[in-house]
Every structure is written in structure tokens, then in C-alpha cells.
Nanobody, 115 residues
């Protein structure tokens, strides 16, 4: 059973930065795509960023130029560096990993952007 464990959330002021991490229980190279999604109160879960096994990246328009997704195969971990955070980035952030025929989610980590 694949497990994804997120970390790095917290409270940050507008304009600040956070780095979220997602540690997988197995090799991240077994997933053809990993990514980050977020869900704000009263809203649907939405894509933040994804990275494929070929290291192609994709970002939501709302985070382009501010967020960067990356991975470390030696640590089986995927990161998202979040800069210039805005109050509208406040949400629970979830890690996601995709294999053929299976989709896995982490438990989520809260990010709150507020002064």
C-alpha cells in the first residue's frame, strides 16, 4: 500500500514563502505523475502543480511564476516551493501520485496565509 506523507504547512504572512514536502513510501519513479492539489473551504479541490516521470511540469495559472514543483528521487520526495504567497492561497494542500490503474492521496497539510 502506497503512503504519501505531507509536511511543511503552517501560517505565513502575505508575501512569505513555504516549502511543502511529500514523502512516498516507495520509489517515486514508480509513479508516472505526482502533484499537488489544494482545497479551500467551500470550494472544490483544484490542481496546483504536477510533475511527470519525464520531469515535465504543469502549473495552475494562479500559481505560475510563484510556485515551483520538484522531486528528489534519492529521498522519494516531491516538493512545492511556494513564494509570494497570497491570502487566496489558503487551503489544505494534498499530495497526489498516479500509477496505472491507481491514484493515491496524502492526508493533507494546512497552509494559511494571513497577516
Amino acid at each position: 500500500q502506497v503512503q504519501l506523507v505531507e509536511a511543511g504547512g503552517g501560517l505565513v504572512q502575505p508575501g512569505g514563502s513555504l516549502r511543502l514536502s511529500c514523502a512516498a513510501s516507495g520509489s517515486i519513479f514508480s509513479f508516472y505523475r505526482m502533484g499537488w492539489y489544494r482545497q479551500a473551504p467551500g470550494k472544490e479541490r483544484e490542481l496546483v502543480a504536477t510533475i511527470t516521470s519525464g520531469v515535465n511540469t504543469n502549473y495552475a495559472d494562479s500559481v505560475k511564476g510563484r510556485f515551483t514543483i520538484s522531486r528528489d528521487g534519492a529521498k522519494n520526495t516531491v516538493y512545492v516551493q511556494m513564494n509570494s504567497l497570497k491570502p487566496e492561497d489558503t487551503a489544505v494542500y494534498y499530495c497526489n501520485a498516479a500509477q496505472l490503474g491507481a491514484l493515491y492521496w496524502g492526508q493533507g497539510t494546512q497552509v494559511t496565509v494571513s497577516s
